[in-house]
């Protein structure tokens, strides 16, 4: 079976994880509890929202002990309140002991993220608009983050720098503008033989005028235009173009931006202001 570069990367992440945190020994376990010791432990969340990062414990538990043993009783994505059991795990306790803190991590922090996206993705329901999240995530987890995002009901915009070619305020600026911006980004695809789409910033309406004029871009990001200044500019967009609406958005306006008829919005909160799910990994006494 061929490995996917996402399961790599993710299988990369944990060992990374389980080397910071492990060094030379989980000591603490080490010092007190037997070697042959098994134990069942319950995953308690505390809040309420949207659970994530189920599948991605289980990675957790099997890379580190493939012993180790999961009984799911909730799923990635499922809503969930105070007092839930997510899934039990049984084992080497000393297993369980050392890959707990680990797993919260990231359970917490993933939760959070596909909690606060489905929150947002539910104020733009019924329109046909979809909501993106960013490169603003966590430097060394952002699949993670991404992933979360997904889990929540939300998309991913390109991934890192690798993927798309995105021309924001400061690459038009040192280009010398929009149009010599456009032209070398096209011709650098030609000279590469790369096949990558290209995304343009513009922060206002002069801008627009320019980027349609020169043409040669597949999606254009109104930066900080207001719902009405949208749906004003839409009127002048072909529509073989994308249009995405990012900056200044909140929860209180991001349905009116919904509204305007973009094809995205992009908001960087999806990944770096959200607030984690309480939630707790306990020792079974049997």
């Known amino acids: 079976m061929t490995t996917t570069i996402s399961e790599v990367m993710i299988d990369e992440i944990i060992e990374t994880a389980l080397r910071e945190d492990i060094g030379d020994g989980d000591h603490s376990t080490l010092s007190c509890v037997p070697q042959d010791g098994i134990g069942t432990a319950r995953l308690?969340?505390?809040?309420?929202?949207i659970i994530a990062g189920v599948e991605l414990a289980q990675m957790i538990f099997k890379k580190f002990d493939p012993s180790l043993e999961v009984e799911v009783f909730i799923k990635d994505g499922e809503e969930v309140k105070y007092g839930d059991i997510a899934y039990i795990v049984k084992g080497p306790s000393r297993s369980i002991l050392t890959t707990e803190r680990l797993v919260l991590n990231f359970m917490q922090r993933m939760s959070g993220i596909a909690s606060q996206t489905n929150e947002i993705v539910k104020l733009i329901e019924g329109t046909e608009v979809k909501l993106l999240d960013t490169r603003k995530t966590t430097p060394g987890i952002r699949y993670m983050e991404k992933w979360a995002v997904?889990?929540?009901?939300?998309h991913n915009h390109r991934f890192a720098l690798y993927d798309m070619i995105m021309l924001k305020d400061n690459h038009v600026d040192y280009a010398g503008g929009i149009k010599p911006a456009i032209e070398n980004a096209n011709a650098y695809l030609k000279s590469t033989s790369k096949d990558l789409r290209i995304e343009i910033e513009v922060r206002n309406e002069e801008e627009l005028a320019e980027v349609l004029e020169v043409g040669n871009v597949d999606r254009i990001m109104l930066d900080n235009f207001s719902p009405e200044r949208i749906v004003n500019s839409?009127?002048?967009?072909p529509s073989n173009y994308e249009v995405e609406a990012s900056g200044g958005i909140t929860l209180d306006t991001i349905r009116s931006y919904a509204e305007t008829g973009?094809?995205?919005i992009s908001v960087g909160a999806l990944t770096h202001s959200f607030q984690s799910l309480d939630m707790s990994l306990k020792a079974v006494y049997e």
Do not use: E, M, Q, S
Not at 234 to 237: C, N, Q, S, W, Y
């Open 150 to 154: 997904r889990i929540g009901g939300g």
């Open 234 to 237: 839409l009127k002048t967009i």
């Open 44 to 49: 308690i969340v505390k809040d309420n929202g």
């Open 262 to 264: 973009v094809h995205f």
